[in-house]
């Protein structure tokens, strides 16, 4: 019997393309029909983010230089793919990007319960259709409740931070990988793909490492 394909994705749920490559890869796995295990990584797109966030077309023209037409472009461009891949981003002015520091704690501890890709999906859902603010600690707690998840318990792993190292080793580990720039994704601990790739190269890609296994 071979293993399952192993996949390790680096990825903040502020980041757009973090959810559409995601799915583009879904649909490809799932047109391939790939055994697969897929572990989440916490990468922080900005780690020095107040906790009451920013305005996005503020941050977006900050870090990148867009102008508002440009950051609306962009946004109608992932919105369309979004749509094509049942995944519903709903932006507004108001629209903010968040701290994901805690957001990434709480994931280390979902994954103790084995519910860490369901609690991934559910705060992509939460952030980009929903608009809700992951910066503050009882909408993390809600959403962690929502998919079953304890809700004392999840205010707790937030209150006292307990996964703060944790998350902290696993960012250095993957930066000192040389990982800048999510989402990157690394199949069978050793081919590296960076970007959301559309679903018909990934399934290049899911051909090609089927291949290197017979």
Known sequence: MTKPL????????????????????EQALEASGTDHEIHWHPFELNPQMPLEGQDMFEHISE???????????????????????GFDFQWTDESRM??????????AWADTQGRKHDLKMALFTAHFTNRRNLSDDTVLADIAAEIGLDRDEAAAVL?????????????????QQGISGVPAVVFDRQ????????????????TQLAELKE
């Open 6 to 25: 192993r996949i390790d994705i680096i990825s903040d749920v502020m980041c757009p393309w973090c959810i559409i490559g995601y799915r583009q890869l």
């Open 63 to 85: 870090k990148y230089g867009s102008t508002r037409e440009q950051s609306l472009e962009s946004r109608a461009q992932m919105a369309a793919l979004g749509d094509d891949l």
């Open 98 to 107: 968040h701290n994901t520091f805690n957001t990434h704690q709480l994931l």
């Open 159 to 175: 209150d006292d931070q307990r996964y703060a190292d944790e998350v902290r080793k696993g960012e250095q580990f993957w930066q």
């Open 191 to 206: 081919h590296l793909v960076t970007g959301a790739q559309g679903v018909d190269n990934y399934k290049s890609i899911l």
